[in-house]
């Protein structure tokens, strides 16, 4: 596609479930991070992956997150769990290699009641 | 810690004049600078990016980089209603081995009024 594409665009869960967001990078572009932006802040980094490898995981703020690329295309952010404090907007973005500028995607409202 | 600090305004500007947006990080072996546009409710938008000392121009936007400073600027000339939005400084730390993300600040939001 033409640019980032995330789904869904908005999530709401109850606290105590799983949730899986989905992030189709640019085509052709080998890095992918995900990051989590609160309300009024800017993103803060999450992780990334480099084709199928999961080069940095640094940011995940606990073990109740997960994310894999496994075809070094597609990737999934999940959330076990889920608590209030993970209610945020998720954004994916994509790079041709990780020296070049990141792409974004419209990201994920993700609400937790 | 790596930090990267915004002021987080409002700034508002008359339709037509110069907006200044400001950014300073703490860390001197940092690489790479960006400025992302981000409407509310939408993703960060791709502005500028500058990599060296000096001024990069683009249309209506110049980034400015004084890395001895450690301060990184973006100039809109001719602002108009349509840059009304959140313009986010993001830089890339030089950490080594396979650190690719970026660190953003938090924003300033920019208000250009008609």
């Known amino acids: 596609g033409a640019g980032v594409s995330q789904s869904p665009r908005y999530k709401v869960a109850k606290r105590g479930q799983d949730v899986a967001l989905r992030c189709d990078p640019i085509s052709g572009h080998v890095s992918l991070f995900w990051y989590q932006q609160a309300l009024g802040q800017g993103p803060e980094f999450l992780t990334y992956?480099?084709?199928?490898?999961?080069?940095?995981k640094s940011g995940l703020p606990s073990d109740r997150f997960f994310a894999e690329r496994p075809e070094g295309s597609v990737s999934t952010l999940k959330i076990q769990r889920t608590q209030q404090e993970d209610s945020a907007v998720y954004l994916c973005?994509?790079?041709?290699?990780?020296?070049?500028?990141?792409?974004f995607g419209d990201g994920t409202r993700l609400s937790i009641l | 810690q790596k930090e990267v600090e915004q002021n987080s305004g409002p700034l508002s500007v008359p339709e037509g004049a110069i907006a200044s947006l400001n950014c300073t990080y703490s860390d001197r072996g940092s690489q790479s600078f960006f400025w992302y546009r981000q409407y509310s409710g939408k993703s960060p938008e791709l502005i500028m990016f500058?990599?060296?000392?000096g001024d990069k121009e683009d249309g209506r936007f110049t980034a400015q980089l004084n890395k001895a400073s450690q301060y990184v600027s973006l100039l809109i000339r001719d602002s108009q209603p349509s840059d009304s939005a959140t313009y986010l400084c993001a830089v890339k730390f030089w950490a080594g081995g396979s650190a690719r993300q970026l660190t953003f600040g938090s924003g300033t939001q920019l208000t250009v009024l008609p």
């Open positions: 500058i990599y060296s000392n």
């Open positions: 973005a994509s790079s041709a290699d990780g020296n070049q500028p990141q792409h």
């Open positions: 992956f480099q084709n199928e490898a999961q080069l940095d």
